[in-house]
């Protein structure tokens, strides 16, 4: 109703503009022929002042027609300061309680793309990256993603893209529940020995799958067995991708005991640190479901890559390689 109102105004705001610029032209004429200057010696100024109202009064609607306040339901204005390096692209369904730039975040709205924001990290707060590799698997991430949405904890996918096609709505799910997104390659080739064409083939093939399921390419790559060395670092910085690698591996996959699993994590919790593990073993879900029950609502903070890299106040690179932040 709002926006209704707005669009009224604005028709009639430049049906004035029409009349107004008809108005010189007869204050001119007027002057001439019945010396209209005389009787008003100041049309002009008028006309200034008028210019200066419907400035502003169009410059007021815009910011109405823009403005979704209208749709909010409780504005939560934030401490504003200058955004710096560590951005980051705020996503519909991620609720930051911290954060800043020149925007007013409401709850339940939805910002998709449009704003680099700053996160602030909250007092008393370890912040901490899952990340799982080699999915997506139709029966076994759905229940990893249950668990994030529960716990309002947020992880980094390093998808490999021949997986993809049988689980396209697990990974949409997975992104617009406010997970990350990141390349592990087509097909889980070494990179240290594909030649040029095949490493970019092999980046470019899986980023156009992921495009394809949630919108957006990937901005993070994780090289399959975290191998890597100049050339393909040279490769990767002309694709425009940070190599995100890990400080934190409790080799899930060659371990069938969730528990342990789970105590190998649990001991490594500390803040900045990335845990590598994969979507791809049952045990590996049961161990990560415990962690974000145990711990996210109990001083850490589970977040995305990009999320822990802004949040660390580091700018990642194309081509560069992270372990922690
Ligand atoms: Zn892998």
Not at 265 to 273: E, I, Q
């Given at each position: 109703?709002?926006?209704?109102?707005?669009?009224?105004?604005?028709?009639?705001?430049?049906?004035?503009?029409?009349?107004?610029?008809?108005?010189?032209?007869?204050?001119?004429?007027?002057?001439?022929?019945?010396?209209?200057?005389?009787?008003?010696?100041?049309?002009?100024?008028?006309?200034?002042?008028?210019?200066?109202?419907?400035?502003?009064?169009?410059?007021?609607?815009?910011?109405?027609?823009?403005?979704?306040s209208?749709?909010a339901?409780?504005p939560n204005?934030?401490?504003?300061?200058?955004?710096?390096?560590?951005?980051?692209?705020?996503?519909?369904?991620?609720?930051?309680?911290?954060?800043?730039?020149?925007?007013t975040v409401k709850p339940?709205t939805?910002?998709?793309?449009?704003?680099?924001?700053?996160?602030?990290?909250?007092?008393?707060?370890?912040?901490?990256?899952?990340?799982?590799?080699?999915?997506?698997?139709?029966?076994?991430?759905?229940?990893?993603?249950?668990?994030?949405?529960?716990?309002?904890?947020?992880?980094?996918?390093?998808?490999?893209?021949?997986?993809?096609?049988?689980?396209?709505?697990?990974?949409?799910?997975?992104?617009?529940?406010?997970?990350?997104?990141?390349?592990?390659?087509?097909?889980?080739?070494?990179?240290?020995?594909?030649?040029?064409?095949?490493?970019?083939?092999?980046?470019?093939?899986?980023?156009?799958?992921?495009?394809?399921?949630?919108?957006?390419?990937?901005?993070?790559?994780?090289?399959?067995?975290?191998?890597?060395?100049?050339?393909?670092?040279?490769?990767?910085?002309?694709?425009?991708?940070?190599?995100?690698?890990?400080?934190?591996?409790?080799?899930?996959?060659?371990?069938?005991?969730?528990?342990?699993?789970?105590?190998?994590?649990?001991?490594?919790?500390?803040?900045?640190?990335?845990?590598?593990?994969?979507?791809?073993?049952?045990?590996?879900?049961?161990?990560?479901?415990?962690?974000?029950?145990?711990?996210?609502?109990?001083?850490?903070?589970?977040?995305?890559?990009?999320?822990?890299?802004?949040?660390?106040?580091?700018?990642?690179?194309?081509?560069?390689?992270?372990?922690?932040?």
């Amino acid at each position: 109703m709002k926006k209704l109102t707005s669009l009224l105004s604005l028709f009639l705001t430049f049906a004035l503009l029409i009349f107004y610029f008809k108005i010189p032209a007869n204050i001119v004429n007027a002057s001439l022929t019945n010396n209209y200057s005389a009787i008003n010696p100041s049309p002009r100024k008028a006309l200034s002042y008028l210019t200066l109202f419907v400035q502003s009064y169009i410059l007021q609607i815009f910011t109405d027609l823009l403005d979704d306040s209208s749709t909010a339901t409780s504005p939560n204005t934030m401490t504003l300061i200058t955004n710096t390096s560590g951005n980051v692209t705020v996503r519909s369904n991620t609720t930051y309680t911290n954060i800043s730039d020149n925007v007013t975040v409401k709850p339940n709205t939805t910002y998709i793309n449009t704003t680099s924001i700053q996160i602030i990290p909250e007092a008393n707060t370890k912040y901490v990256a899952l990340t799982f590799d080699d999915g997506p698997n139709s029966s076994l991430t759905p229940k990893l993603l249950d668990a994030l949405e529960k716990y309002n904890a947020k992880v980094t996918f390093f998808i490999v893209g021949n997986m993809v096609n049988n689980s396209k709505d697990v990974v949409k799910r997975a992104y617009d529940l406010g997970n990350e997104i990141g390349s592990h390659s087509y097909d889980h080739k070494d990179f240290t020995i594909l030649s040029n064409t095949e490493i970019i083939n092999q980046v470019n093939q899986t980023s156009a799958i992921i495009k394809s399921v949630t919108g957006t390419n990937p901005t993070l790559i994780r090289v399959p067995y975290g191998t890597h060395d100049d050339n393909v670092n040279s490769k990767l910085k002309s694709l425009g991708l940070p190599i995100i690698l890990w400080n934190v591996d409790p080799i899930d996959w060659d371990c069938d005991d969730a528990n342990l699993v789970y105590e190998r994590v649990k001991d490594n919790l500390d803040d900045g640190n990335i845990v590598l593990m994969h979507d791809t073993h049952p045990t590996s879900i049961d161990a990560a479901v415990r962690i974000l029950k145990d711990y996210s609502n109990n001083g850490y903070k589970f977040v995305t890559i990009s999320e822990l890299a802004a949040l660390k106040k580091v700018q990642l690179i194309p081509g560069g390689t992270y372990f922690n932040f």
